[in-house]
Every structure is written in C-alpha cells, then in structure tokens.
C-alpha cells in the first residue's frame, strides 16, 4: 500500500491601483472623523472600567482601535498607523499634527524658536492635550515641584490614587577655579556629566589621571576646596586640546554636615581619612 503525500496549494490575493485608492480615501475619511470627535469632545474611552471623554493625548489609542473591513484596508491602516506611532514615539503629540497635515494636505508652516517655556504656555498646552481633570492637576504638582528646571519622568504605578514623590538635592556653592576659567571660559554645557568630590584640595596632575582618561568620553566636574595651579593649567590646556573635559571647582560648602553624605546623591567621593584614592574610583 503506497501513500501518495499530497501538494499544498498557496494563493496571493491582487489588488489593483484603483482599490488601494479608495482604501487610503476610507482612511483618511475615518482618521478625519477621529480627528473632529476629539475636537467635539464626542469621543469616549474606557479607562479601568469607566467611559470617559477622550483628550487629545488618547489620540494614539483612537488609532490603536481603529476598526477595518477589508484586507486592503488593513494593509492601508497597518503603515498609517506603524507611520504614527514611529512618530509619537519621537515626540509626544506629534503623531495628532501629522495626521491633521496629512488629513488636510497642507504643510503646516512651522516657525521654529528657541526660548525658554513659560509655565503659562505649559498649562495651555497640558490642558489641551489632556483635558481639565486629575491628570492635568497631577501634572500641574509635578511641574510646580520641577520647577521647569529639570526633566520628568511619569511611571505608571498600582497605587490606587495619585502619588507625586519629588527628590531635592544639596546646593554647593562655590566657583569654577579661576586660572581654568581664564583660560577656557565659564560657560559650558556638561548635561550628563559625573561628579567627583574630593575632601580637600588637589595637589598633583597625576591623581587625577583617572579622571582625564575617563573624561575622553564622559564630562568630569571634580570638586575640591582648592587646586594647586599647575593642576588648573593642566586641566584647562587638556579641556582647549580636546583631549579631556575635566571641569574644576573650588567648593565653599558642601552642603551637607557629614562631607559623605553626598555619595547619596550619586557623587564619587574621595577622602582621604577614609584612605580612598582617585585609582579605586569606578
């Protein structure tokens, strides 16, 4: 008795020009209605089991549910919505400009200008992205804590009711070492940089060698009660060569009552009493 294996029989579906066509029309109509109910506050969502207005900050999810009927439609939907999410994930809010330009076939005219926000303009644009309800107080609490001077970061909690946990840091006063700022400037940008604190002053080039190594990669802000010059001179000459950005500031406070305090707060601390050196640093 033979068995004979039998042959799988695939099939392509085509689709003609006129067909993708109408697809994309459907879906622009269907992004324009999306697009008015939020303008018209008809739109709803379910958030843990309540329907609420949707805001324009819900516009994503809008796009996430967006039904289809056809498998043309779902192909045309599939790109428009991977196109929208690629860019909101660039910047919040971005995808709802894009598809009212695309939706209206106009390029909107965009006047770029760098100025610090005003925390009036922040509210006007929270509350239009967002509505008038809890969020917008919440985020209204964490802004006022921030005091638009540092970044803000939402995480999304079990916690049945709103919490805001804001962390202060330590002010240490003092200036960037004389002989360096004459030398290189007293303005600099070092978002992202490390802190080290030395109890102390510094009193040769080759303890921070560390330091200059690593600050080839990374901006290094050493503070210390004082620096000897050759130290300063060596500093600013490598910082003008490229070849390290090791910053020196001359601390007057610290900020604290106990100088080890600050390891809290993510800074690498040197004392000596402690018998630490610049080498054991990581």
Known sequence: MSLR????????????DDEIVASIKVAKSELKNILCSLR???ATISYNGQIVTAQHVDFPRLVAEWGISTKVQLAVRNIITSALFSIEEKQTGSALICAGSWISGDEPSIDVKIKR?????????????GGSGMSLGAAHAVIDSGGLGCRID????QQPVTKIVTHSGREI???IDPLFGDRVGRQFDLKGCAVIAVAGAVESVSSLHFALESSAERPIV???ESFLPDVSNTLAETW???RGKCLPFIARKWGTDNFLDLEK????????????????LK
């Open 154 to 157: 939402y995480e999304e909690t």
């Open 240 to 242: 003008r060569q490229n």
């Open 5 to 16: 294996k039998r042959s799988i029989v695939q099939y392509t579906d085509l689709h003609f």
């Open 173 to 175: 006063s003092g200036e």
């Open 222 to 224: 050493v503070l210390a």
């Open 117 to 129: 926000c005003s925390h009036q303009e922040m509210s006007d644009c929270l509350k239009f992205f």
């Open 40 to 42: 018209d506050g008809s």
């Open 265 to 280: 707060l993510g800074i690498l601390c040197v004392s000596h009493e402690r018998g630490d050196t610049f080498s054991s």
